[in-house]
């Protein structure tokens, strides 16, 4: 199937540990995008990455970090640092004409 | 900075009707405007495009409309159906690099059978 998936659907975070959550496409797409959703709220945009080895911070980046070692992969860590991390985590692509969403994940604080 | 506003934040209609959600943005200088659905805890689904040059865009039972200069856009379901029960976002593309969507919060949307 061509499309977007994101791994886990449910992940539980403890205090002080690092979790990743996996995005991985096979549309050949270069731009990849990280959004938050928080409850009966839009999306707000977390990093972006338009090309390997290469992204950029979004609205909401702190406490968040990725990585764009291939062009299919585009992971987002939640880090420590992040002080609220429950929330619906998007991973999405989108170019001028067209946005693919995967199903996300959902990351609760336990 | 852009802003997107969805109004009203919930709807509940009985089956059969016609209905108006409604998204304005505060930044008139858009590349295109999209409205999507999203079922609970699920992804979401792109339902229109407008680019900014264009009018409205139908598809089916939807119907979106465009007006830039006063930055408002409307999505119009016709003869509404229990199925349809989701919450419907809309988001703009600014004419900036970096293709990045805003997007409003979201009109939850009940149709009752």
């Known amino acids: ?110 | 900075k852009q802003e997107v506003t969805q109004i009203p934040a919930a709807l509940s209609v009985p089956e059969g009707e016609n209905l108006v959600l409604n998204c304005s943005f505060t930044d008139s200088a858009i590349y295109n405007l999209q409205w999507f659905r999203q079922d609970p805890g699920k992804g979401l689904t792109s339902l229109l495009l407008i680019q900014s040059s264009q009018r409205e865009q139908t598809s089916g039972r939807l119907n979106a409309s465009l007006d830039k200069s006063s930055g408002r856009s409307t999505l119009y379901i016709a003869a509404s159906q229990p199925g349809d029960s989701a919450t419907y976002l809309c988001a703009v593309m600014g004419n900036n690099a970096g293709n990045m969507l805003t997007f409003g919060g979201g009109t939850r949307l009940m149709v009752k059978p």
């Open chain 1, 1 to 110: 199937d061509g499309g977007i998936t994101q791994s886990p659907k449910y992940l539980f975070r403890k205090e002080g540990q690092n979790v990743t959550l996996s995005c991985e496409q096979n549309l050949n797409h270069d731009a990849m995008y990280w959004y938050r959703q928080d409850p009966g709220q839009g999306l707000r945009l977390i990093y972006y990455s338009q090309i390997v080895n290469d992204f950029q911070k979004g609205d909401i980046a702190e406490g968040y970090s990725v990585s764009r070692e291939k062009k299919e992969s585009f992971p987002l860590t939640v880090t420590s640092a992040q002080k609220n991390p429950t929330a619906f985590y998007l991973c999405a692509l989108v170019t001028p004409n067209t946005a693919f969403f995967g199903q996300g994940t959902r990351l609760t604080v336990v």
